[in-house]
Nanobody
Framework: VQLQAFGGGLVQAGGSLTLSCAAS????????VAWFRQAPGKEREFVAG????????YYADSVKGRFTISRDNAKSTVYPQMNSLKPEDAAVYYC???????????????WGQGTQVTVSS
C-alpha cells in the first residue's frame, strides 16, 4: 500500500490543522494507522494511532486532549485533527500503516513521505 500524507502548513499557536493520510494500491481499511513526527534534532516520536476499524484510538501524552484521529475507510484516508497547537508541535508528520497497531515506528512497514507542520508563537 502506498501512503501519502498531506495537509501540513503554517499555523499560529492555538490554532488548528487537520492532516490527511491517503492510501492507494490497497484499501487502508485493512490496516492500523499511526502518525509519527520528527522535529529538527530530535528522534521521530509516536503521536497517535487508530485501529483498522476505527474502534480504538491511541495518543501520546503530549497530544492527548488536543489531537483527534479518525478514519474514513471508504475513502482510504486517516485524519488527525490537531487543535490548540503549540510551537513544540512543529515537526514533519509521517503516517504509517501495518496490519496491527503498535506505538513504535519499527512496527510499521508502510510509510508516507511526511508533511511539514510549522507553528508560530
Amino acid at each position: 500500500v502506498q501512503l501519502q500524507a498531506f495537509g501540513g502548513g503554517l499555523v499560529q499557536a492555538g490554532g488548528s490543522l487537520t492532516l490527511s493520510c491517503a492510501a492507494s494500491g490497497r484499501t487502508l481499511g485493512n490496516y492500523a494507522v499511526a502518525w509519527f513526527r520528527q522535529a529538527p534534532g530530535k528522534e521521530r516520536e509516536f503521536v497517535a494511532g487508530i485501529h483498522w476499524s476505527g474502534g480504538s484510538t491511541y495518543y501520546a501524552d503530549s497530544v492527548k486532549g488536543r489531537f483527534t484521529i479518525s478514519r474514513d475507510n471508504a475513502k482510504s484516508t486517516v485524519y488527525p485533527q490537531m487543535n490548540s497547537l503549540k510551537p513544540e508541535d512543529a515537526a514533519v508528520y509521517y503516517c504509517a500503516a501495518d496490519l496491527y497497531y503498535r506505538n513504535t515506528e519499527n512496527a510499521y512497514g508502510y510509510w508516507g513521505q511526511g508533511t511539514q507542520v510549522t507553528v508560530s508563537s
